[in-house]
């Protein structure tokens, strides 16, 4: 398996609502990543697991969540979130922690935030 | 840290013609270049990478050239496809070598015209 599967495609959710995104690999990478990305703009960093520790939170709001359960596994949970945070959301993950062992990207989830 | 800037933000050319695209970095400790691909509605996807020590890696139609002295690094496409239609992200690290997570630039939007 050389893939990295995000889930739900597609969300849309209101204001006020609790949701999850999940993201999963089983390549054996143990650091894994969240990017954001606008339309037409690059992937932006929102935070790094590293060995399944948080090990960098790039000034996120808290609404927004991230947490890793496993090697495997990383999720992102949603909260009380703005209509500025729809966006495309990206996991990605790579088999150390530094840039060099590039990076594989999941399909994303598209949220829709209302 | 490290800033990556990417041009063109815009590249049209006929089928069978030759696309460059040039990024320049302003860390001149960074030692690792990736390109990413990013077709409509898709994940980010690696397509090439080159490492300081050498100035040049080839793929088939695809090429990455490096100017660590002029601090520079592009992507040449040859003999475009329609499918090569996408937007090109250049990277690099955002601390010194290849440490950090990657920076990317702001995108080149490639349209090939049959």
């Known amino acids: 398996d050389t893939e990295v599967t995000q889930t739900p495609k597609h969300l849309v959710m209101g204001m006020t609502n609790k949701k999850s995104l999940k993201c999963e690999q089983h390549?054996?990478?143990?650091?894994m990543y969240w990017y954001k990305q606008k339309a037409k703009k690059p992937p932006e960093l929102m935070f790094v697991?590293?060995?399944?520790?948080?090990?960098i939170n790039e000034s996120v709001p808290s609404r927004f969540s991230p947490e890793c359960p496993n090697s495997s596994l990383l999720n992102l949970h949603l909260h009380a979130l703005q209509p500025e945070d729809s966006a495309l959301y990206l996991c990605?993950?790579?088999?150390?922690?530094?840039?060099?062992?590039?990076?594989?990207f999941g399909s994303g989830t598209r949220l829709t935030v209302v | 840290g490290e800033n990556v800037e990417q041009h063109p933000s815009t590249l049209s050319v006929q089928e069978g013609d030759s696309a460059v695209i040039k990024c320049t970095y302003s860390?001149?400790?960074?030692?690792?270049f990736p390109w990413y691909k990013q077709e409509l509605g898709k994940r980010p996807q690696l397509i090439i990478d080159?490492?300081?020590?050498?100035g040049e890696k080839k793929d088939q139609r695809i090429a990455v050239t490096l100017n660590k002295t002029a601090k520079h690094f592009s992507l040449h496409i040859t003999e475009t496809q329609p499918e090569d239609s996408a937007v090109y992200f250049c990277?690099?690290?955002?601390?010194?070598?290849?440490?950090?997570?990657?920076?990317f630039g702001k995108g080149t939007k490639l349209s090939v015209k049959p």
């Open positions: 990605a993950s790579s088999q150390g922690r530094w840039a060099n062992y590039g990076y594989t």
């Open positions: 390549m054996g990478h143990r650091a």
């Open positions: 697991y590293s060995y399944e520790k948080l090990s």
């Open positions: 860390d001149s400790a960074s030692n690792y």
């Open positions: 080159i490492r300081s020590n050498v």
């Open positions: 990277a690099a690290p955002t601390s010194g070598g290849s440490q950090g997570n990657l920076i």
